[in-house]
């Protein structure tokens, strides 16, 4: 017992205090990745929590994949802290009373007075062979089977959204149609090598020659 | 656990709704610019099953589903009816402004579509995270069809400010519900109900999460001081997506506001009854106050909603039925006057030209007689000028809090009502007593369109005439 | 049921909105047809209905048809109850309304000449004034089928504004104008007692329903409302219902507007201020008769009021020379009467009279309006005389209608006003004395008045102009035939009606008694058990008073303005100066127009003008208005300033609107 509670507090210093970096860092490289070390840290404290699957899911999805797009967009733009930061001064005396306002307001409420053992008495632990994984699947799937599809959707309309915001056809692009080129045949779509007499320079009238472009494309 | 086919029945509207999108998705790909109107017609389609299906399984006892994730009720009944019939309009007025700026594309509907979708969800969700998630479908696709114009910098710029302030206030509301969870242990309303009951009155914990719930609430309504990205996102977003995001809604609003505080906190009912009281004041008051400073006519709709919303909150706060039902009324009342508003403004408009000033309508008479006629029965009717609905929502409100015994609050609602007829009379005035612009450009109507108007128009009247119909049913969705 | 009763309502109403809304398009023809059509269903399906009440077991009707709004628990309904006095009222409405349509194609084919050339309110208004007839009916029809007070409400107004719709017709009058507008002043005083009423009853009982009132009003009766030092509920609610009917019945002294309604068409001097609106406020008193027979001090001003209008308005009937007039005042005398009669509890007999009076002043009116058609539009009796000649079918019927209006035995009048003078007399209610001694003596003064007219009109020399004189002939058969049907009524209905409307217990039909008279207050009981058949009744009624007075007017009106006015012409002004003081009192009715005219028309404008000056002008518009609005302008521009349009400013809005929530309602 006395390990998991040491555990949990180092763990909850490093939550807090690489929760502070992220927004005090003046790179923006350094603030992810303090954020992705501030995942990890929550995440370690899910699984002393006995949540192992939403722990592991934790780092998989925000670390592994949300967290390096992140620092891909980062370190793609150039980012000029300077005017985000511009005013900062300026609102941090009202920033700073009113959090701390709320923070005192949330600390009383959140405190050990509503939350602490006497109300929530700690639970029995899980089994050796209890798994959390198949547990959430079977109340996904079944209780939660209502919400779970609303998500679907949700997803399917980020997708929709997402690219109305984004793609746009451009006139200036140039592409090629796999499809149309494994689709030429051998004879009149390919380009022929034709012998011919040589002529004298009288120029061909112009429209001819665009015509004869046209068809060999 | 075996699954019960029968579970489905009760969300066949949402199905349908979901195959709709689905399919205008799918079909969208094949179609050339010319054909997009078929969008148009199997989005109009789908809506109009849905309107049956909700018809045909609506009705009865309410009953539980999914396991505690569905309720079918009679709220849920005439809001879901009510959704549907309102974005009905909201799509029938869209297509010409659309058409006429080549964006008549499937995106549009699908998108629609699906806000349509996420407020059926919450209207009829009976958990906590039903609800929520409800709320984000419908708050996601109303982000993205705010910037739907891709090459319109306030468009996007509107888009921005509400895809920020939305998170914040989904936070938020987030936040509230886990504290609530946190003091029930439950996210379904009955036993969280259930719960309430039996803790003492003054549980901190739960006042606490019903500031945070309050709060999302009034974000979604846009009630003072929630409000700050109402004129900016009625102002900058396409007017079709106004149109969808300004009327139905606030109808899931409300269910929102109804299904968490008074289905599953309303023996709490004093603790945020204080809440509403305050933003309801602020709302009227700002919102009337500051619209008459409007030049800009979507603006000026916008403080006008943010007033309507505290009037609202005044049926909510008395905590009787006759005050939850009265709200309803002016709910469902309101959502219909906003969509005929904005319809005409959407008339007005020509491609590479919109609708935004107030001078715009001058000598809408002499242009088109009809549609004057129905701005001014709309403008009527959200002054409160008997003998239009709107009378008979504003005094069914008011009764409800003179019978709580607030006089003061009634007084105070009067008041601002009477200021804020001022800016709508100013619009039936610029309708009949000027003369048009010289360059004023033809309307953009069609025999749908008019039809349609003449419908919302007249339906003003009509309920402000027979009110008991659709007050009986609200009556019956607190019986 | 439902569906019968909503036909008899809805048909003249289609009837008034397709005359109304197209007159212009289907023609005078076309407007007369709709709407006689539509009177005429109403008035047979109405008959039918009554006969089904008499023969038939036809079962009370009280139901809703349709819930309108709620409202703190009081609902407000269209309804209907149809029991055996709705029957009568229904029948008699609807078929005097029939005959008044079909006069009416006659009395206003010529309509335009009353117009000034070229006035553009003159044009299609034959149409408008069918479509304004139809729609009283529609409304005096809500009125009498009304189950609750809610609709009460409505018929009455909406017959107070037919009736000021077309006593001031011929727009373009200026007399018609003051005529109409004094009427709707005037009625407007009555209505506010009314509503007053209505809302002592919505308060004190919670419903509109009259069945629930009613069931509820024994329960009430000893309340006492802390007004005037203390007043049972039941008095001030029937007192303040009966100013209503005061106004609406032309009751003293908020009669002064019947007279001069007269400036509108003559049909609708016969239709609504003779027969049927006019009559609404006795309706109205009968069907509370639950209500009144829970208090003898309202019963006891009924009575008062009653029979004062009853003899007074009488005698000013005797100086008046215009046709219409004396028929006029000839109806409020009689209108007297039947509200006496309600006051002495005897509604039945208020009823029957209401109903033979309806028949035989209608026939009245329309024989002055035949009259007037012959004379083209000139009203001066003095200007009259020998028209039984020219127009006999007119002097025929005006003869009985008289002779009906004045009792003479067994005509309908006869059995209507003997039940009431005797039903007066056996009342033991404060002022029944002396409402007795002015019935009785009012009996004289209406054979004298009637037979007056009488015989200026149809005897002696004739005294128009030789250009009248010579185009004198009888009216077209529209005017005839429904002087003819509606004599027929006024002779023999009262003979038919009285047993079964004043002595058997007609109007109760199973546990519904829309009649409720108190044992101690039932003045017909004598008359009932004295009842030996209506000869027995005629005979008792020939060695009475009234049967005396009655022809010793009508000897009196003979001998002067027959028989001495042959020889001299001028006696009619000789006897009016004899009269000296008392003419002009009579002849300024009692000052009652002048006073009104100089205290509360006067007296408001001096007020309103002041208000005007000082209040509207100063305070209000300059003050509170303008300067409101200039506020409101000021403080709108400042309050917009809080919208930037920067993201970081909403977000910390929201954020302190949060942090103030939480202070305010969590750790306060």
Request: hydrophobic share 40%; aromatic share 10%.
């Given at each position: 017992m006395g390990f998991e509670k040491f555990l949990f507090y180092v763990l909850s210093l490093i939550t807090v205090w690489s929760s502070v970096m992220v927004i005090t860092r003046k790179n923006p490289v350094h603030s992810v990745l303090f954020l992705v070390l501030a995942f990890v840290a929550s995440a370690a404290l899910w699984v002393l929590l006995e949540a192992e699957f939403l722990g592991i899911v934790l780092i998989l999805v925000y670390v592994g994949a949300v967290m390096v797009l992140f620092l891909f967009v980062v370190m793609m733009l150039d980012v000029d802290i300077a005017t985000l930061r511009a005013g900062f001064i300026g609102y941090l005396p009202l920033g700073l009373l009113i959090a701390a306002v709320m923070a005192v307001e949330i600390f009383l409420i959140?405190?050990?007075?509503?939350?602490?053992l006497a109300a929530f008495p700690s639970p029995e632990p899980a089994g050796v062979d209890a798994s959390n994984t198949r547990d959430l699947g079977l109340l996904l799937y079944t209780v939660y089977v209502y919400p779970v599809e609303i998500a679907a959707v949700i997803l399917l309309v980020a997708i929709v959204a997402a690219i109305r915001l984004t793609l746009r056809r451009r006139p200036d692009n140039k592409y090629v149609d796999p499809a149309r080129q494994v689709r030429v045949r051998k004879g009149p779509d390919r380009v022929r090598l034709v012998s011919m007499a040589t002529e004298d320079l009288a120029p061909a009238p112009a429209g001819a020659t665009i015509a004869d472009k046209g068809e060999s494309q | 656990m075996p699954f019960d086919a029968a579970q489905l029945l009760p969300i066949l509207p949402e199905i349908t709704i979901l195959v709709t999108a689905s399919l205008v998705l799918l079909v969208d790909l094949y179609l050339d610019d010319q054909q997009k109107d078929l969008n148009h017609s199997l989005t109009l389609v789908g809506i109009l099953i849905a309107i049956a299906l909700t018809g045909a399984v609506g009705g009865g006892e309410a009953r539980v589903f999914f396991d505690g994730n569905l309720v079918r009720d009679a709220l849920s009944d005439l809001l879901k009816g009510s959704i549907l019939v309102v974005s009905l309009l909201a799509f029938v007025y869209a297509r010409p402004w659309l058409r006429d700026r080549g964006m008549l594309v499937g995106e549009f509907y699908v998108l629609g579509l699906f806000a349509v979708l996420g407020m059926l969800i919450m209207v009829s969700a009976n958990s906590f995270l039903t609800l929520y998630l409800g709320l984000e479908l419908q708050a996601l696709t109303l982000y993205a069809l705010v910037a739907f114009?891709?090459?319109?910098r306030k468009g996007a710029e509107a888009g921005m400010k509400y895809f920020v302030l939305g998170a914040l206030g989904s936070g938020m509301l987030l936040y509230g519900i886990s504290m609530i969870y946190g003091a029930t242990?439950?996210?379904e309303f009955g036993p969280v109900a259930a719960a309430v009951a039996e803790?003492?009155?003054?549980?901190k914990v739960l006042v606490f999460g019903i500031v945070f719930l309050v709060i999302g609430i009034g974000f979604k309504f846009g009630?003072?001081?929630?409000?700050?990205w109402v004129p900016d996102i009625y102002e900058g977003a396409p007017t079709p997506a106004v149109l969808i995001l300004g009327s139905a809604p606030k109808i899931a609003a409300f269910a929102l506001a109804i299904r968490m505080?008074?289905?599953?906190?309303?023996?709490?009912h004093t603790d945020w009854q204080g809440m509403l009281v305050i933003l309801a004041v602020l709302s009227m008051g700002l919102g009337n106050l500051v619209a008459i400073a409007q030049s800009n006519i979507k603006r000026m709709l916008a403080y006008s909603t943010i007033s309507h919303v505290g009037f609202i909150f005044l049926g909510l706060l008395s905590g009787s039925q006759q005050g939850y039902a009265s709200a309803m009324f002016y709910t469902i009342v309101y959502a219909v006057m906003s969509a005929g508003a904005f319809g005409i403004l959407l008339i007005l408009g020509r491609k590479g030209f919109d609708?935004?000033?107030?001078?715009?309508?001058?000598g809408l008479n002499d242009r088109d007689s009809w549609y004057a006629a129905m701005m001014a029965l709309i403008m009527f009717s959200m002054a409160g000028v008997?003998?239009?609905v709107g009378f008979m929502a504003k005094l069914l409100v008011l009764e409800s809090v003179i019978r709580i015994d607030m006089v003061w609050l009634a007084l105070v609602a009067v008041f601002f009502s009477i200021i804020g007829a001022f800016y709508y009379l100013r619009v039936v005035k610029f309708i009949y007593f000027d003369k048009p612009a010289e360059d004023a450009p033809a309307l953009l109507t069609t025999g749908g369109v008019r039809f349609a108007m003449s419908v919302n128009g007249l339906a003003l009247l009509v309920l402000g005439l027979f009110p008991a119909a659709l007050l009986s049913l609200c009556q019956a969705a607190f019986a | 049921m439902e569906n019968l009763y909503l036909t008899i309502v809805l048909a003249p109403l289609i009837g008034a909105i397709v005359a109304g809304f197209l007159g212009g398009r289907i023609g005078r023809r076309g407007a007369h047809s709709v709407t006689i059509a539509g009177v005429g269903l109403s008035a047979l399906l109405s008959l039918w209905v009554l006969t089904a009440f008499i023969w038939g077991d036809l079962p009370v009707f009280n139901e809703?048809?349709?819930?309108?709004m709620v409202s703190d628990g009081i609902s407000f309904e269209v309804g209907f109850l149809v029991d055996k006095l709705t029957a009568v009222m229904m029948a008699t409405v609807t078929f005097v309304s029939l005959m008044v349509h079909i006069y009416t194609i006659g009395y206003m084919?010529?309509?335009?000449?009353?117009?000034?050339?070229?006035?553009?309110?003159?044009?299609n208004s034959y149409q408008r004034f069918f479509s304004y007839i139809s729609l009283f009916t529609f409304s005096m029809l809500m009125l009498v089928m009304s189950n609750n007070f809610m609709q009460l409400f409505f018929g009455w107004e909406a017959v107070g504004l037919v009736s000021y719709l077309l006593i001031g017709f011929?727009?373009?009058r200026e007399s018609a104008i003051f005529a109409n507008l004094k009427a709707f002043l005037v009625n407007r005083v009555g209505d506010f007692g009314f509503i007053l009423g209505i809302a002592a009853i919505a308060m004190y009982f919670?419903?509109?329903?009259y069945a629930e009132v009613f069931a509820m009003a024994p329960e009430h009766a000893e309340i006492q409302v802390a007004l005037f030092g203390g007043v049972s509920l039941m008095t001030l609610i029937c007192v303040l219902l009966f100013i209503g009917a005061m106004g609406k019945s032309a009751q003293?002294?908020?009669?002064?507007w019947l007279p001069d309604s007269?400036?509108?068409?003559t049909p609708i001097s016969a239709?609504?201020?003779?027969?049927t609106m006019v009559t609404a406020g006795v309706f109205m008193v009968a069907r509370m008769s639950p209500l009144y027979e829970l208090s003898e001090a309202a019963l006891s001003f009924v009575l008062i009021i009653g029979a004062t209008t009853a003899f007074f308005m009488g005698l000013i009937g005797l100086v008046q020379n215009d046709i219409k007039r004396v028929v006029a005042y000839s109806t409020l005398s009689q209108l007297g009467y039947m509200v006496t009669a309600l006051g002495a509890s005897a509604y039945a007999a208020g009823i029957f009279h209401l109903m033979t009076h309806a028949f035989f002043k209608a026939l009245l009116f329309l024989a002055a309006g035949s009259v007037i058609i012959a004379m083209h539009h000139k009203q001066d009796i003095?200007?009259?005389?020998?028209?039984r000649k020219y127009m006999p079918i007119t002097w025929i019927t005006a003869l009985l209608g008289s002779l009906a209006l004045i009792g003479?035995?067994?005509?309908?009048g006869f059995f209507s006003k003997d039940a009431i003078i005797e039903a007066v007399g056996h009342s033991s209610l404060f002022g029944s004395g002396y409402a007795t001694v002015l019935l009785t003596i009012g009996v004289f003064v209406t054979a004298l008045y009637s037979f007056r007219m009488y015989f200026l009109v149809?005897?002696?020399?004739?005294?128009?102009d030789e250009h009248t004189k010579h185009h004198l002939h009888e009216t077209p058969w529209v005017v005839t035939v429904p002087l003819i049907l509606l004599a027929i009524p006024s002779v023999f209905i009262g003979w038919y009606a009285i047993e079964p409307m004043?002595?058997?217990?007609?109007?109760?039909?199973g546990d519904w008694n829309p009649i409720m008279v108190a044992p101690e207050h039932d003045t017909l009981l004598p008359l009932r058990e004295h009842w030996h058949g209506q000869v027995a009744f005629i005979q008792h009624g020939m060695t009475a008073w009234p049967f005396y007075l009655a022809m010793s007017g009508l000897g009196l009106a003979a001998f002067v303005w027959w028989l001495v006015f042959a020889r001299n012409p001028r006696i009619d002004e000789q006897l009016q100066a004899l009269g000296g003081p008392v003419t002009r009192l009579l002849q300024d009715k009692y000052g009652f127009d002048d006073f009104n005219q100089r205290v509360f028309a006067g007296g408001g404008r001096d007020l309103g003008r002041a208000l005007w000056m000082?209040?509207?002008?100063?305070?209000?518009?300059?003050?509170i208005v303008n300067g409101s609005a200039r506020t409101v302008a000021r403080m709108a521009q400042r309050v917009?300033?809080?919208?930037?349009?920067?993201l970081y400013h909403y977000a910390i809005a929201m954020i302190v609107g949060l942090v103030g929530l939480l202070t305010l309602f969590v750790t306060l």
């Open positions: 959140v405190g050990p007075a509503n939350f602490g | 114009d891709r090459d319109s242990g439950s996210i803790q003492e009155i003054s549980n009630a003072v001081p929630f409000h700050m505080l008074v289905d599953g906190l309303e023996s709490l609708a935004e000033r107030l001078e715009d309508l001058k008997p003998p239009t | 809703t048809i349709y819930n309108w084919a010529g309509d335009e000449h009353n117009w000034p050339h070229g006035a553009l309110s003159g044009k011929w727009s373009t919670g419903s509109m329903d003293v002294p908020l009669h002064v007269m400036e509108g068409p239709l609504i201020h003779a027969a003095s200007h009259m005389g020998g028209l003479f035995p067994g005509f309908s149809f005897h002696g020399k004739e005294r128009m004043l002595i058997s217990d007609w109007f109760a039909s000082n209040g509207d002008r100063a305070l209000i518009d300059g003050a917009r300033h809080l919208q930037t349009g920067y």
